[in-house]
């Protein structure tokens, strides 16, 4: 008589039962560990720093000499746009330790973080979850693994930093009904990251509109929504119009972002999917998961208890709704302006929400079937980690203005050319 395969333990009624058996979480936080080092050591030996990065070290370098955030002393034009990572860079250079070095540390200590963050929301919903998902954290294995991400950890850039605040963002509302005092931590949250990016504030609406269908007290949650973005957003934006004297930062009126360019955005997402199509089966698998019984007791207490004001939504729907509404926003955005010649890079910061969309249809689509979720979450990292990029063989080649851009700084030529610069500097002193 055969033996049937060997499968993981059932635990699909966790929710009913308790927490999973010790091996999982056991073998959970040796995986998730284990996708942080690896994902700490590779964005390092990858590191590199782009020449758009030097515009917001020139800014923070007057800035600590007093001299204000200019570029040129006595010019006050708005060259950069990330203006929190543009003050990090200037208190790197006040402890006295180089840009690059510094901007470097950061970026992958966002990485880092935003990684562990999705290691912790696994964690946290394991007792809703069954077969393989009581054992990895998918979506941060996934992200250790997502070679763009470890590239942009770096680059001198606020690209991780932004990945994080959005990364933050969502944990933040996903867990449980959002009342006012979580909203206004959102809020807080938000205005930070309007700060790091112009395009944060879009995220607003977005999030008023979620709390608009979960929420049991919408409207208190959405007046401290507000409150609380407006709080940080209002005095930072007065200051930028009274002391540049404009609403966008100068890149805005010298690219034309106002007018939109779709073909060109269409184009940059639809490279960015080819190169990782395992991220396009999240949607088709949260959506195939929509409705399916099960698994969600903890959620029908919630609902139960909540009574009729509170959404229908189960727990699982609300976090999936939740990050695609994220995702489908910035998506659009992005397409607006045309994506960015750097390719991957406008996408990055709702990588993490794809990543946690495949870690939510994995676990709800093959339910109690631990080998089915094994065999999805193989061809998902097998996809990231092996499709080739659909860019021209020539290193520096670029389609349509896009580009591999950490190609153009080889860490051999940037070392001559890093020496080489500062023998330069003495002769060039006080100009």
């Known amino acids: 008589m055969s033996l049937p395969p060997p499968t993981l333990p059932d635990v699909s009624d966790s929710a ?18 284990a996708a942080i080092l690896y994902a700490l050591v590779t964005a390092f030996r990858q590191r ?50 180089e840009p690059e070095k510094w901007s470097s540390a950061g970026g992958i200590a966002c990485y880092v973080a935003a990684l562990a963050l999705l290691a912790w929301n696994a964690w946290t919903y394991r007792r809703e979850s069954s077969g393989l998902a009581a054992w990895i954290p998918l979506a941060a294995i996934l992200g250790a693994l997502h070679p763009d991400w470890q590239l942009f950890a770096t680059g001198g850039l606020e690209t ?23 909203a206004a931590a959102a809020g807080l949250l938000l205005g930070l990251a309007a700060m ?22 919408r409207l208190r949650a959405l007046l401290a929504l507000g409150a609380a973005f407006l709080l940080v957003w209002t005095p930072y934006t007065l200051w930028r119009v009274g002391y540049y004297g404009d609403y966008f930062p100068n890149t805005y009126y010298a690219k034309s972002a106002a007018i939109p360019w779709y073909s060109q955005g ?27 019984r099960g698994g969600d007791a903890a959620a029908k207490v919630e609902r139960e208890s909540a009574g009729a004001a509170t959404s229908a939504l189960s727990s699982w729907q609300r976090r999936a709704l939740l990050a695609a509404m994220l995702v489908a926003v910035y998506v659009a955005f992005v397409i607006r302006v045309g994506g960015d010649f750097m390719f991957a890079r406008f996408l990055i910061p709702v990588t993490p929400l794809l990543l946690v969309l495949l870690e939510l249809g994995i676990a709800r689509v093959a339910l109690t079937r631990a080998w089915k979720q ?3 979450a193989a061809a998902a990292a097998a996809g990231i980690v092996l499709t080739p990029y659909p860019l021209p063989s ?12 950490p190609n153009f700084y080889p860490r051999g030529p940037m070392d001559r050319v890093r020496r080489e610069g500062l023998a330069l500097r003495p002769f060039f002193a006080g100009l």
């Open 196 to 217: 790091t990016r112009p395009d944060g504030p879009i995220f607003v609406p977005v999030v008023g509109l979620f709390l608009l269908l979960t929420g049991r007290r």
């Open 160 to 182: 991780s930093l932004f990945a994080l605040e959005i990364t933050a963002l969502y944990l933040l509302l996903a867990r449980g009904d959002a009342g006012p005092a979580r």
């Open 374 to 376: 094994g065999v999805l």
């Open 394 to 405: 020539d290193p520096f080649g670029s389609i349509r203005g896009i580009v591999f851009e």
């Open 48 to 97: 590199w720093v782009s020449d758009d990065a030097f515009i917001s070290f020139r800014y923070a370098e007057n800035l600590v000499r007093g001299l204000g955030l200019v570029y040129n002393p006595g010019e006050r034009v708005e060259g950069y746009s990330n203006f929190t990572w543009t003050l990090w860079s200037a208190l790197g250079m006040r402890l006295g330790v």
């Open 266 to 292: 269409a184009f940059y997402v639809s490279l960015y999917f080819a190169r990782y199509w395992p991220l396009l089966l999240a949607p088709v698998l949260v959506a195939a998961a929509w409705r399916r």
């Open 16 to 33: 009913n039962r308790g927490a999973p058996p010790r091996a999982a979480s056991l073998a959970f936080l040796a995986a998730a560990a």
